[in-house]
């Protein structure tokens, strides 16, 4: 079932998604570029940095995990580099203390152990690429492989059998805006286009969402923007 109880990014980081979904299969694409401070970019790479926390959670689900569907809410940390004005790589997932795996609250156990425990996730197939397009009207941030594999993530918790592993992988996007802070990304609940279903190992294809949103912004104090 399709739920979010908050918003959040990212990038990141829990089912990223198995599909194989490449920049081509997103319809009337047009390129789009990064900006800082609202001009172009003349020196690379420059870094940037996405923290998720308070309010700013990432809701993962797989809907048809072995047991029930499983639904966990996380935090962390995103940084990566903007190696031109048309692509960047996400490059570290982390949690708030700056480890891995990162422990995120279980909203629905599915065949996990409703005993206070957390899930654990771990980013897979890094660096992500990430590609900012314009898609019938809209900015988007693609989020795409880059040579190790899809970009994914897995989640283990504890059953009454042992320990449970789902691993969920595929290329996404999240919708952007600009903000004051910098650039507003968020995984959309309703438009496949914009972020598709992806697979996980447990609960099968196109059984893996991601919801959420957060703010992409320049640790060195610049404002960064995406246009076309």
Not at 58 to 66: I, Q, R, S
Not at 176 to 203: L, M, Q, R, V, Y
């Amino acid at each position: 079932m399709r739920k979010i109880h908050v918003l959040s990014f990212a990038l990141v980081a829990a089912c990223v998604l198995n599909a194989v979904v490449t920049s081509a299969a997103f319809a009337e694409e047009l390129p789009a570029e990064f900006l800082s401070g609202g001009a172009v970019i003349t020196t690379f790479p420059l870094a940037f940095h996405i923290e998720n926390k308070g309010t700013e959670l990432l809701l993962l689900e797989d809907m048809k995990a072995l047991g029930g569907a499983v639904d966990v809410l996380c935090s962390g940390l995103f940084d990566g580099l903007i190696l031109s004005a048309k692509d960047a790589d996400i490059e570290t997932v982390l949690s708030l203390t700056g480890t891995t795996p990162i422990p995120c609250e279980i909203m629905t156990f599915g065949g996990c152990l409703n005993n206070g425990q957390e899930a654990l996730i771990g980013a897979i197939n890094l660096p992500w690429l990430v590609e900012p397009v314009l898609l019938n009207g809209l900015f988007v941030l693609l989020i795409l492989e880059n040579g190790a594999g899809l970009p994914g993530y897995v989640v283990e918790c504890e059953t009454i059998i042992g320990k449970f592993t789902d691993t969920c992988t595929a290329n996404t996007g999240a919708e952007a805006k600009n903000i004051a802070e910098g650039i507003e990304a968020g995984f959309s609940e309703t438009s496949e286009e914009i972020t598709p279903s992806g697979n996980c190992t447990s609960g099968a294809a196109l059984q893996a969402l991601l919801f959420g949103f957060g703010i992409i912004t320049d640790p060195e104090g610049g404002v960064l923007s995406v246009s076309s």
